[in-house]
């Protein structure tokens, strides 16, 4: 299968300009500037740490490298100057200019070509139409259980979470019946099929009356098949003997593929199956998941234990559908922000213009402004005057190093840069830091000028055995607000959306070995790479419905975060105990003199909540100054 030139691949990673911008340490937009305007959330290719993004970073954390601090100042002294434009540096910026004082200056550097962080805006053009979707943060998650800082922050950015559900419409999908596949790459069996998802929806006790019918299609043995129909079906205790404490600390001790290789007579060809499927939320597969994990997602085997959500403390699921989705994901709250913060760079006033809103990136670091965004931007150096009256901050922009003071600073970028950069950081602080690492994670934009595959198959996502690379992917968030609409027809453009978190699952590493690997792998893939597999895996599952990778492909965007994730805890890893209130993590976002820590990493949770509860946090440490 070979790919076309009709589809956009402007990734400026290819050639002369991946040598350029790793050499200058320039952006891809910087390297482009004279002549064309400046508009990341277009660029297309290989985005999220992009060229120009990382290779200062790198050099000081990999390779040691150390910037001298300039002795002049790049421009005048600043209240506060946080590290990092993502949801919890540009959060902090409001809390700060909110609580302190709208006149208060600010600046705000981040080391991409555009804000947001990890809430990054993909837009497509196809056919003359725009087509938006997600590079990252996805939703707005459990929005009833936010703190009432972060449901403030909210309300103050023009974000209601009601009308979605107008907007998102629950019912697109099943209306259409739609469902779930799930594929088996030729890469690991052989041949390319694409089969009825049985665990799609799966819960305690339910049978499905075709079960043994598509279980049937599956490319795996005669036995295997037997043996995952009596896993999904029976009703068996398999640790049957033991008392509810027991149950409970085993499952808790041992991973869920170990618990059915060893509690049941299901071989490994069955689990092989289902490995993959919690690496979207955790990074990793079953391997590296506890049975008591397995057990919360209502996992086949786990149903008749005589163990109920009451025994783990745990409601289980809330009431609110996951729903809350801008039809670019978090890169709406993002520019929310922006918008509070900086409104004449973001027109319009309400949350549903602001969908087809376009950011003038030119008004962002306008001097004489109270706040000012400094893109392309690598902080290098933070550290405490002498005095402890201020705070330094030396940064890499434009392969040039500049210094700026602040009166307060914020840290909101990778929190594991710290120790490279800060060099008043405790021994036990930086041993705290040291302790998680990112989950690396790649989120795919895929623009398709029709989806007739999709509705001749009778799917809307796919699953996928063993991946190559995605472990799924599917039509996304039929969203339709502020002018934007959601394809109604299969004729129409749309973005389909595919997950992938590198890890290396069966070799007996743990969940941070496997984030470990994984990234190494991930920074060793180009985006050519990535593509062919993205293109073969799409081939493969969609074949016979007529699609044609080559013609009905538009444009593709994966956006790679080899630091992805805030790091939460795992308790096949990690003491039990830990959590957001408990942890490490306590000690790795201390507070160093004028300098505080806010990112989701503090708060050992990688959701919207957590990067604003720690913006709410370190501004309150340096109001406390």
């Known amino acids: 299968m070979t790919k076309n030139e009709n589809i956009s691949r402007r990734d400026f990673l290819n050639g002369v300009a991946l040598t350029v911008a790793a050499g200058s340490y320039l952006s891809p937009f910087e390297l482009l500037a004279k002549t064309t305007a400046y508009y990341p959330p277009a660029l297309t290719g290989l985005r999220g740490s992009h060229a120009g993004s990382f290779e200062i970073a790198h050099a000081v954390s990999w390779g040691g490298t150390r910037f001298a601090t300039p002795k002049d100042q790049t421009d005048d002294d600043y209240d506060l100057v946080i590290a990092g434009g993502g949801i919890s540096g540009l959060s902090a910026a409001l809390l700060y200019q909110q609580r302190a004082g709208g006149d208060r200056k600010i600046l705000i550097l981040d080391n991409h070509d555009d804000f947001g962080g990890h809430a990054k805006r993909n837009e497509f053009t196809v056919d003359g139409q725009l087509l938006l979707c997600y590079g990252g943060s996805q939703s707005i998650d459990s929005p009833a259980s936010y703190s009432p800082v972060s449901a403030k922050i909210l309300n103050d950015i023009g974000i209601d979470t009601d009308p979605f559900y107008e907007y998102f419409d629950q019912e697109f999908f099943s209306s259409r019946n739609l469902g779930s596949g799930l594929f088996f790459g030729s890469d690991q069996y052989g041949k390319d099929v694409l089969c009825p998802n049985i665990f799609r929806g799966w819960e305690h006790g339910k049978n499905f009356s075709n079960l043994a019918a598509d279980v049937s299609t599956y490319p795996i043995s005669d036995g295997a098949k037997t043996a995952l129909i009596q896993l999904m079906t029976s009703e068996k205790d398999y640790l049957a003997g033991r008392s509810r404490n027991e149950k409970l600390n085993l499952l808790r001790n041992i991973s869920y593929t170990d618990f059915i290789a060893q509690y049941t007579d299901a071989p490994k060809e069955v689990t092989d199956i289902y490995r993959d499927r919690p690496r979207g939320n955790w990074g990793v597969g079953w391997d590296t998941c506890s049975a008591l994990e397995g057990f919360r997602w209502r996992n086949p085997g786990m149903g008749h234990l005589g163990l109920t959500d009451a025994d783990l403390g745990w409601k289980g699921d809330d009431d609110e559908p996951y729903i809350f989705h801008f039809p670019d994901g978090n890169a709406g709250v993002a520019r929310s922000l922006v918008r509070a913060l900086l409104p004449e ?27 000012r965004v400094r893109l392309n931007s690598t902080a290098v150096n933070l550290q405490n005057t002498a005095d402890g009256s201020s705070v330094d901050v030396t940064y890499v922009s434009g392969g040039k190093v500049h210094r700026v003071r602040g009166r307060h600073a914020i840290f909101a970028g990778y929190h594991s840069l710290l120790p490279h950069i800060c060099p008043e950081l405790p021994d036990d602080q930086i041993e705290a830091i040291n302790y998680a690492t990112k989950v690396p994670l790649v989120y795919i934009s895929i623009a398709v000028r029709n989806w007739r595959a999709w509705e001749i198959l009778g799917i809307r996502s796919v699953v996928c055995a063993q991946p190559s690379l995605m472990h799924s992917f599917g039509m996304d968030f039929p969203v339709s607000m502020g002018g934007y609409d959601y394809t109604s027809q299969s004729n129409q453009p749309t973005v389909l959306h595919g997950t992938w978190c590198p890890a290396v699952p069966d070799q007996g590493l743990s969940n941070i070995e496997q984030h470990k690997q994984g990234r190494r792998d991930l920074y060793e893939m180009s985006f050519d790479d990535i593509e062919d597999k993205i ?91």
């Open 535 to 625: 293109i073969a895996q799409l081939g493969g599952a969609l074949s016979g419905s007529g699609f044609d990778p080559g013609r009905d492909i538009a444009g593709i965007t994966a956006n790679r975060w080899p630091h992805g994730y805030a790091y939460e805890y795992n308790e096949l890893f990690d003491d039990p105990s830990f959590g957001p209130e408990k942890g490490p993590h306590l000690v790795a976002r201390k507070q160093i003199g004028r300098i505080s820590i806010a990112n989701s990493d503090a708060s050992a949770y990688a959701y919207v909540n957590g990067a604003i509860d720690a913006a709410d946090r370190a501004v309150n440490e340096q109001l406390k100054i």
């Open 345 to 371: 760079a973001v027109p319009g006033n309400t949350m549903e213009d602001l969908v087809q809103s376009r950011v003038d990136y030119s008004l962002l670091d306008v001097p004489g402004s109270n706040v």
